[in-house]
């Protein structure tokens, strides 16, 4: 069974202060990033949520 999370990723800040959004799934242990083009400022971003 995979499991899929979405991830901002704030270790990579472009010069606006906004960070990329990444999908991540995991199978077998196995983990795979996937950018999915949008950036976000982190104060519209909800940890908990995801959203």
Same mark, same amino acid.
């Given at each position: 069974?995979?499991? /899929?999370?979405l991830? &901002?990723k704030?270790?990579? /800040?472009n010069?606006d =202060? ?5 999908i991540r799934?995991t199978?077998?242990? $196995?983990?795979?990033?996937?950018? &999915? =083009?949008?950036? &976000?400022?982190p104060? $519209?971003?909800d ?5």
């Amino acid at each position: 069974m995979a499991t /899929v999370k979405l991830l &901002l990723k704030l270790n990579k /800040v472009n010069k606006d =202060g906004e960070s990329p959004l990444y999908i991540r799934i995991t199978k077998d242990r $196995q983990s795979k990033f996937i950018s &999915l =083009g949008i950036t &976000l400022h982190p104060d $519209q971003w909800d940890e908990k949520t995801s959203r």
